[in-house]
């Protein structure tokens, strides 16, 4: 098994990534022939909502990450939460899952999320840079 260290967490939900803050996470590989990987996140518990649900239902989504160095393109898995547990104010969410997409396809991911949110033209390539200059540029 290998663990690294997260620094940013999506969840990508109707075609949208929304940014979850992090306190803390980490990732591990379980290097096992099924390709898990076990992924924690330790959020302010507002963010409940979004995982609450899916951790009753056991439904799979998908969520990004971005592993060790914010220089690093997110990486796409398709997980279900396996434990949900409030600590104060904040909660750890554990997931379960698979890698999804090579993490190359990131750039035509975001550009398909912005030309979902309306922008075009010089907007769209004003944002698209801001947007992958700020994965590269989050210091967690």
């Given at each position: 098994?290998?663990?690294?260290?997260?620094?940013?967490?999506?969840?990508?939900?109707?075609?949208?990534?929304?940014?979850?803050?992090?306190?803390?996470?980490?990732?591990?590989?379980?290097?096992?022939?099924?390709?898990?990987?076990?992924?924690?996140?330790?959020?302010?518990?507002?963010?409940?909502?979004?995982?609450?649900?899916?951790?009753?239902?056991?439904?799979?989504?998908?969520?990004?990450?971005?592993?060790?160095?914010?220089a690093?393109?997110?990486?796409?898995?398709?997980?279900k939460?396996?434990?949900?547990?409030?600590?104060?104010?904040?909660?750890?969410?554990?997931?379960?899952?698979?890698?999804s997409?090579?993490?190359?396809?990131?750039?035509?991911?975001?550009?398909?999320?912005?030309?979902?949110?309306?922008?075009?033209?010089?907007?769209?390539?004003?944002?698209?840079?801001?947007?992958?200059?700020?994965?590269?540029?989050?210091?967690?």
């Amino acid at each position: 098994m290998k663990t690294f260290k997260i620094v940013a967490l999506q969840i990508y939900e109707e075609k949208k990534a929304t940014d979850i803050p992090l306190k803390d996470g980490l990732i591990i590989n379980k290097e096992n022939e099924d390709g898990y990987w076990i992924i924690e996140a330790f959020v302010d518990k507002q963010y409940i909502g979004h995982f609450q649900k899916r951790h009753e239902s056991q439904e799979l989504f998908e969520i990004r990450v971005i592993i060790t160095h914010a220089a690093n393109d997110p990486a796409p898995f398709t997980v279900k939460v396996n434990t949900l547990q409030v600590l104060g104010e904040n909660i750890s969410v554990l997931f379960e899952g698979r890698l999804s997409k090579r993490r190359n396809e990131y750039p035509e991911m975001l550009l398909d999320d912005l030309i979902k949110e309306g922008l075009s033209g010089d907007q769209l390539i004003e944002e698209f840079r801001n947007r992958m200059k700020k994965g590269r540029d989050y210091k967690g």
